[in-house]
T-cell receptor
Framework: GQNIDQPTEMTATEGAIVQINCTYQ??????LFWYQQHAGEAPTFLSY????GLEEKGRFSSFLSRSKGYSYLLLKELQMKDSASYLC???????????FGKGTTLSVSS | GAVVSQHPSWVICKSGTSVKIECRSL??????MFWYRQFPKQSLMLMAT?????????EQGVEKDKFLINHASLTLSTLTVTSAHPEDSSFYIC??????????FGEGSWLTVV
């Protein structure tokens, strides 16, 4: 079956660093996406990993280990506006729909 | 650039009526459209996959006669919720794959059935 796990909720303070983990078990693998979603809005693309390693993009970085079925999203220098839901999604095959995890709600406090 | 335009953003309808949600691709041809549903504090759940000119493929547990999907052209896919009930109240969103690993999402539609 297809399964994607990530923590339900996380809290952090402004300026801190937070790591959101995601583990997956899918029938195939064609890349892993991270999205940010504010309540009532469409997901916003953050990152895409298809090869092992770390992808850095400004304050956000994403890591992938295909052998472990594991990824994490690292958010640095947290800001209040980073409070949102973060969705881990896997593409099992090119052209097919993404499989989403349940999302991690991140609350950033001052 | 390429986007998917989804309408309406918000809709309120009475129980028993039908409501149509449209997703239009701008500046690209949406051969495939994925339709998702998201209940509060839950993730996006795939409802169906539609391909232009053919019948949609529905996920297990999704009633094809209740959620009618039409994808008659390369730029328009529609989802019609028929005989809507309060439990159908949800956030509906479409997405279409672009070139490479690009995926375009519509803006989403909030449906409230009263």
């Amino acid at each position: 079956g297809q399964n994607i796990d990530q923590p339900t909720e996380m809290t952090a303070t402004e300026g801190a660093i937070v790591q959101i983990n995601c583990t997956y078990q899918t029938s195939g693998f064609n890349g892993l996406f991270w999205y940010q979603q504010h309540a009532g809005e469409a997901p916003t693309f953050l990152s895409y990993n298809v090869l092992d390693g770390l992808e850095e993009k400004g304050r956000f970085s994403s890591f992938l280990s295909r052998s472990k079925g594991y990824s994490y999203l690292l958010l640095k220098e947290l800001q209040m506006k980073d409070s949102a839901s973060y969705l881990c999604a896997v593409s099992s095959q090119a052209g097919t729909a993404l499989i989403f995890g349940k999302g991690t709600t991140l609350s950033v406090s001052s | 650039g390429a986007v998917v335009s989804q309408h309406p953003s918000w809709v309120i309808c009475k129980s028993g009526t039908s409501v149509k949600i449209e997703c239009r691709s701008l500046d690209f041809q949406a051969t495939t459209m994925f339709w998702y549903r998201q209940f509060p504090k839950q993730s996006l759940m795939l409802m169906a996959t539609s391909n232009e000119g053919s019948k949609a493929t529905y996920e297990q547990g999704v009633e094809k006669d209740k959620f009618l999907i039409n994808h008659a052209s390369l730029t328009l896919s529609t989802l019609t919720v028929t005989s809507a009930h309060p439990e159908d109240s949800s956030f509906y969103i479409c997405s279409s794959p672009g070139s490479g690993n690009t995926i375009y999402f519509g803006e989403g539609s909030w449906l409230t059935v009263v």
